[in-house]
């Protein structure tokens, strides 16, 4: 029998999902909990420094995080991350819409309980 207070590394989106959006040159990467639960262990991970890193590669000049515990959720806004943005861009999605993946991607480690708990709102 499997532990559920034991901690392994998954993938971002075992225990949490996303959704992306954007305004020019500037995206915005929200991230939900599935348990509500996680939020602690995922803030002291999703450092925008981190979070800062895994965009590198698309140009982010910064990105700031406002927590929303109540929700529980984070919202992540990137800067320079678009290339110009929809109308400045060739990149196939300058909206930015499924930019959320890449941040979804990302190891965390947390509790076996919180994977694919089901609704961001299960406290058990």
């Known amino acids: ?7 392994v ?11 992306a959006g954007d305004k020019g040159n500037r995206l915005n990467v929200s991230i939900v909990p599935y ?3 996680a939020f602690d262990a995922l803030a002291t991970q999703l450092t925008p420094e981190k ?7 698309r140009g982010a000049a910064s990105v700031r995080r406002y927590d929303l515990p109540l929700l529980p959720a984070f919202n992540f806004v990137m800067d320079d991350v678009l290339e110009g943005g ?3 861009s ?3 999605d300058g909206h930015g819409k499924s930019n959320s993946f890449i941040l979804l991607a990302m ?14 709102f299960d406290s058990e």
Not at 9 to 19: D, N
Not at 51 to 57: I, K, T
Not at 107 to 120: L, M, R, T, Y
């Open 90 to 92: 060739l990149n196939l």
């Open 1 to 7: 029998m499997t532990n559920p207070n034991e901690w």
């Open 9 to 19: 590394t998954v993938p971002l989106h075992s225990v949490a999902h996303g959704r």
């Open 107 to 120: 190891p965390v480690k947390v509790k076996k309980a919180w994977i694919n708990a089901g609704h961001v």
């Open 51 to 57: 979070v800062l890193s895994l965009y590198s590669h």
């Open 35 to 37: 348990n509500a639960l």
């Open 86 to 88: 929809v109308n400045g």
